[in-house]
T-cell receptor, first 116, second 113 residues
């Protein structure tokens, strides 16, 4: 079965510092991986996706993630945090297998706090 | 292009009642999925609809049901509401089943008292 583990339910960084949010996946077949962001009282916004093309994926708002098969990881990074980045971030995996249905499985989320 | 819309945004119901939530996908999108978000269980997949047919279902009791119309709009229904059904219900649409990214609506906040 597919699953996603996000290490750290809360991460706090200073404005201007590096953001690193960790995500590890478990999958028996090549997965499709996503990062979403959720601001208070809103739905989820897609930040970026990995669909087996380039292993380094660039997303919106300066975020990027690198797919590392050997480490089964898909960590999200941003070189310099901004106050507006404060939100909850979700990593998700979706399997695509011929002849079967697929669904999006989410991690438990990481709340990012950005301090002055 | 307008995003995914969900109505109503907020809802308060009493235990034992039933509720219907509505979702209008992005224009041209034919696949609609529903998720339940709670502080305790996180984001959980409810079901997926494509071409008016349920294609995938999560581990929820039969009280949770849904449907999709010919214009791709979708509704989900919860019967005999329980306190534990209080949650944010999110709808997501994608162009088709071969397009893997999903675009989410703002959600419907359901409170069961």
């Amino acid at each position: 079965a597919q699953s996603v583990t996000q290490l750290g339910s809360h991460v706090s960084v200073s404005e201007g510092a590096l953001v690193l949010l960790r995500c590890n996946y478990s999958s028996s077949v090549p997965p499709y991986l996503f990062w979403y962001v959720q601001y208070p009282n809103q739905g989820l916004q897609l930040l970026l996706k990995y669909t087996s093309a380039a292993t380094l994926v660039k997303g919106i708002n300066g975020f990027e993630a690198e797919f590392k098969k050997s480490e089964t990881s898909f960590h999200l990074t941003k070189p310099s945090a901004h106050m507006s980045d404060a939100a909850e971030y979700f990593c998700a995996v979706r399997l695509v297998m011929a002849g079967t249905a697929s669904k999006l499985t989410f991690g438990t989320g990481t709340r990012l706090q950005v301090t002055l | 292009k307008a995003g995914v819309t969900q109505t109503p945004r907020y809802l308060i119901k009493t235990r034992g009642q039933q509720v219907t939530l509505s979702c209008s996908p992005i224009s041209g999108h034919r696949s609609v999925s529903w998720y339940q978000q709670t502080p305790g269980q996180g984001l959980q997949f409810l079901f997926e609809y494509f071409s008016e047919t349920q294609r995938n279902k999560g581990n929820f009791p039969g009280r949770f049901s849904g449907r999709q119309f010919s214009n791709s709009r979708s509704e989900m229904n919860v019967s005999t509401l329980e306190l534990g059904d209080s949650a944010l219900y999110l709808c997501a649409s994608s162009l088709n089943r071969a397009t893997y990214e999903q675009y989410f609506g703002p959600g419907t906040r359901l409170t069961v008292t």
